[in-house]
């Protein structure tokens, strides 16, 4: 086990739960949390969410904070919906202004 996750995340996994932030896509972070998340015993489903909040994006996790998703598994749906929704403004975004 430790070759997979090293020493540090076992001797401290709430402290590296909590450092996971999203660099990538939130397919790929959220790989990442839930493969930490496991490790740990007891969370409460209101500490899980505000920590995957937490390691979000600025831009999507201000819009998901706001709907106050139950499970981690609405969590991740609306993140999935927000990060579509930013995607398409960013392509319609660069489709107008090569316009002007």
Do not use: W
């Not at 997979?4 to 995340?9: F, I, K, L, R, T």
């Not at 076992?10 to 939130?26: H, I, R, Y």
């Not at 930490?36 to 937490?54: N, P, T, W």
């Amino acid at each position: 086990m430790i070759n997979q996750y090293g020493p540090d995340v076992l001797d401290d996994p709430m402290g590296a739960l909590t450092k996971v932030k999203q660099t990538g896509s939130v397919l790929e972070y959220h790989k990442q949390f839930i493969r930490f998340c496991h490790l740990i015993e007891g969370l409460s489903m209101v500490h899980i969410i505000s920590c995957f909040l937490a390691g979000l994006r600025d831009e999507i996790r201000q819009e998901v904070k706001k709907q106050k998703a139950q499970s981690i598994v609405e969590a991740y749906k609306m993140v999935c919906t927000e990060e579509s929704i930013l995607a398409i403004n960013k392509r319609s975004y660069k489709s107008y202004s090569h316009k002007t």
